[in-house]
């Protein structure tokens, strides 16, 4: 069974600094990695989503990396602003039971504080 | 630019009432999904649906049911509310399964049972 954990589960810092955080997972038959974004009371906003046969993706300030023999995946966040504050979950799709099936990770919660 | 609809931001019922989810996206995919999210326990899978008049059962589907006469449309119904059933709901659509496969979300439902 697919397990996906991130750590921190919560996470502070000033602004203007490159942060990481981390999303792992017990399982590597997967379709893809999505990374999220959830801001309180909100849905959830797609960011980056990185193919299995893929090792990275970027879009603006943020890079996402998959490293699959080692079940980890990475969210950089370069120069952080007040406004990445926010809930960032990933999520695998991968196969369970012969079903194709998408598993979160319960999130890390951001504040980038000015 | 609003993709996937949930026509109930917020809702307030009473134990024992039927109440009805709505969900429309207007991106013609084919699979659909509603989840729960709670605080600690992250996304749940309720329900999901990989075609019209088709459903599948997630992880909790325990007193909830779905209904998908139309592709743009998937219902979640409780069928009697319980005070358990206090949460945030939350529907996504997707295309057919592949490893490009982004999950678009809509901006949630936070029902609250008395």
């Known amino acids: 069974k697919q397990e996906v954990t991130q750590i921190p589960a919560a996470l502070s810092v000033p602004e203007g600094e490159n942060l990481v955080l981390n999303c792992s997972f017990t399982?590597?038959?997967?379709?893809?990695l999505q990374w999220f974004r959830q801001d309180p009371g909100k849905g959830l906003t797609s960011l980056l989503l990185?193919?299995?046969?893929?090792r990275e993706q970027t879009s603006g300030r943020l890079n996402a990396s998959l490293d699959k023999s080692s079940g980890r995946s990475t969210l950089y966040i370069a120069a952080s602003q007040p406004g990445d504050s926010a809930t960032y979950l990933c999520?695998?799709?991968?196969?369970?039971?012969?079903?194709?099936?998408?598993?979160f990770g319960k999130g890390t919660k951001l504040t980038v504080n000015p | 630019d609003v993709k996937v609809t949930q026509s109930s931001r917020y809702l307030v019922k009473r134990t024992g009432e039927k109440v009805f989810l709505e969900c429309v996206q207007d991106m013609d995919h084919e699979n659909m999904f509603w989840y729960r999210q709670d605080p600690g326990l992250g996304l749940r899978l309720i329900y999901f649906?990989?075609?019209?008049?088709?459903?599948e059962k997630g992880d909790i589907p325990e007193g909830y049911s779905v209904s998908r006469e139309k592709k743009e449309r998937f219902s979640l119904i409780l069928e009697s509310a319980s005070t358990n059933q206090t949460s945030m709901y939350l529907c996504?659509?997707?295309?057919?399964?592949?490893?490009?496969?982004?999950?678009?979300f809509g901006a949630g439902s936070r029902l609250t049972v008395l």
């Open positions: 649906s990989y075609d019209v008049k088709m459903k």
């Open positions: 990185i193919q299995s046969s893929q």
């Open positions: 996504a659509s997707s295309l057919s399964p592949s490893e490009a496969n982004v999950l678009t």
């Open positions: 999520a695998l799709n991968s196969i369970q039971g012969g079903s194709e099936k998408l598993v």
């Open positions: 399982d590597s038959a997967i379709y893809n």
